[in-house]
């Protein structure tokens, strides 16, 4: 906020089917500024928003963003070659994850360094016990990772 908005009461709200509800609750210090941190129930997308109190109605929502949450999990790589278990041919350019739990087509948000990518499961596996997704070649190559990497997933 701007300096000299000083104390004010800054809410973080998260949009919960059609209504915003508070997650986490802070306020400004002297120069204006404010640091809240809150721990999501859920891995996936989650649509954010701060409310700051004693401003004109016009200004009282500061932000609105979308957050990705994210867990860590172990990946390796496999293919090309063959068809994948949703149906589609495997090729050296495929992007996308096996997962064996997720339905095929779910979309699955990876990051690993300072890359980030958003593919579909069109496959089933990993069948090595520790690891979550297997990636195709062209998704390990999107995110620089190496044969076996933690990455971080967003499902």
Same mark, same amino acid.
């Given at each position: 906020t701007r300096p000299g908005l000083s104390?004010? @009461?800054?809410?973080?709200?998260?949009?919960?089917?059609?209504?915003?509800?508070?997650? =986490?609750? /802070?306020?400004?210090?002297?120069?204006g500024n404010f640091v809240e941190r809150f721990w999501p129930r859920r891995i996936g997308r989650l649509a954010l928003r701060l409310r700051a109190s004693g401003l004109t109605a016009g200004r009282t929502i500061l932000s609105g963003r979308v957050a990705t949450i994210y867990h860590a999990v172990i990946? @390796?790589?496999?293919?090309?070659?063959?068809?994948?278990?949703?149906?589609?041919?495997? =090729?050296? /350019?495929?992007?996308g994850v096996a997962n064996k739990t997720l339905p095929c087509g779910t979309l699955v948000t990876l990051h690993y360094g300072n890359r980030t990518v958003r593919v579909p499961v069109i496959d089933r596996g990993p069948y090595v016990p520790g690891r979550s997704y297997d990636l195709t070649y062209a998704t390990k190559l999107a995110l620089g990772a190496g044969d076996v990497s933690q990455i971080w997933a967003s499902a």
């Amino acid at each position: 906020t701007r300096p000299g908005l000083s104390g004010r @009461s800054i809410a973080v709200q998260a949009l919960d089917g059609r209504r915003w509800v508070q997650v =986490a609750r /802070t306020s400004t210090d002297r120069q204006g500024n404010f640091v809240e941190r809150f721990w999501p129930r859920r891995i996936g997308r989650l649509a954010l928003r701060l409310r700051a109190s004693g401003l004109t109605a016009g200004r009282t929502i500061l932000s609105g963003r979308v957050a990705t949450i994210y867990h860590a999990v172990i990946a @390796s790589w496999y293919g090309p070659g063959g068809m994948t278990a949703c149906g589609e041919a495997l =090729a050296a /350019t495929t992007m996308g994850v096996a997962n064996k739990t997720l339905p095929c087509g779910t979309l699955v948000t990876l990051h690993y360094g300072n890359r980030t990518v958003r593919v579909p499961v069109i496959d089933r596996g990993p069948y090595v016990p520790g690891r979550s997704y297997d990636l195709t070649y062209a998704t390990k190559l999107a995110l620089g990772a190496g044969d076996v990497s933690q990455i971080w997933a967003s499902a």
